[in-house]
């Protein structure tokens, strides 16, 4: 064969490939999924990452033709179920459950082996949820500027419990220091359930709580909710003002999942699961569901929740290094 004639069978060859490229990225799309997906939730079951997985997952088994298994992989702070996704192959079929522990970790740790902006995609934002700004009934307060006046008269001895240090209730706890301006001890305890049980002993004064625990006790009157951490008021008490506007107007503070996928898995695949985890998170069902748990749905396009999610990073960040905070891990 000539050298002249090899060229354009070459040619025809390059050419023929480059036209059916976009038919096989078509192919590809059509068929995802291919497999089972594991949505990876970075928290032992039973937490509100578990309940929302589930949620979602069952609904995606349903309707996309694929089990969606959940995979609970707690520890470190969620870091170790986050490191296991991030290695993940990029396809689309491994769904990480983010929250906002995924935003202050980088910041918090010395060692982190994942960068929550640069190791992952993202798909959607799942729910939000504010914190109840509560007290024990014994503190001498009614409302958000009382409290403060009564911090700043005995400096030191007011004490805020959190779920453990660094958590995002304890951040929530320093922002509000700093921008009060008053000094009060942190008292860290591992996890919800031990914080709770020493602040409705009255051993601690105050603590962000999360709705599902705080609410029925502020219902029972066993504890006073002074306000919610939210920008806006919560529909599940529209009585309580924001912290923002009983007192301080910089104030906002609320956790929030996020559905990532690992960097790298294509585009279609991530539209795909967008327009699939955002229909489920508008269904009545799924609504009322999460509704009872104090959590509102925030279903949002993979632009916002990537801006959302950077904006996350950065408030974070200023906060633990104006007050020095170091983790152990």
């Known amino acids: 064969m000539s050298h002249l004639l090899r060229t354009a ?20 799309t059509e068929s995802f999924p291919s497999k089972p997906f594991r949505i990876i939730v970075p928290f032992p079951p039973g937490g509100g990452t578990d309940i929302l ?24 702070g969620g870091m170790i ?50 914190y109840l700004f509560v007290v024990h009934p014994s503190l001498p307060v009614k409302t958000v500027k009382e409290f403060i006046a ?21 951040l929530a706890g320093e922002l509000f220091k700093d921008l009060a301006n008053i000094d009060m001890v942190h008292v860290p305890y591992k996890g919800g359930g031990p914080a709770m049980n020493d602040i409705l002993g009255g051993q601690v004064s105050m603590i962000f709580g999360t709705v599902l625990q705080t609410l029925p006790q502020v219902r029972a009157g066993k504890l006073r909710a002074l306000a919610v951490s939210s920008a806006k008021r919560a529909s599940f008490a529209p009585e309580l003002p924001t912290i923002a506007e009983a007192a301080l107007p910089e104030f906002e503070a ?11 898995t294509p585009a279609p695949a991530i ?16 609504k009322e569901k999460l509704l009872a748990m104090g959590a ?16 996350e990073v950065a408030r974070w960040s200023r906060v633990i290094n104006k007050v020095g905070l170091k983790g152990s891990a």
């Open 271 to 286: 539209t795909r699961l967008n327009r699939e985890i955002t229909r489920i998170l508008d269904q009545p069902a799924v």
């Open 53 to 76: 997985a589930r949620l979602v997952g069952q609904q995606m088994t349903e309707s996309m033709g694929q089990p969606a298994v959940v995979d609970n992989r707690g520890g470190a």
């Open 81 to 130: 179920g986050t490191e296991l996704a991030m290695k993940a192959p990029a396809d689309g079929h491994t769904i990480l459950v983010a929250v906002t522990a995924y935003t202050i970790n980088p910041s918090l740790y010395r060692k982190v082996n994942y960068d929550p902006l640069r190791d992952f995609s993202a798909v959607t934002l799942g729910i939000s949820f504010p």
């Open 150 to 170: 009564l911090a700043k008269a005995q400096p030191g001895k007011i004490t805020f419990a959190s779920s453990g240090t660094g958590n995002s209730n304890h």
């Open 296 to 311: 509102e749905p925030w279903p949002t396009t993979p632009e916002k929740a990537r801006d959302f999610i950077a904006a």
């Open 9 to 28: 069978v070459g040619g025809c060859a390059l050419a023929a490939i480059a036209l059916g490229a976009p038919h096989v990225r078509a192919q590809a």
């Open 254 to 264: 609320t956790g929030w999942y996020a559905f990532m996928v690992p960097a790298g």
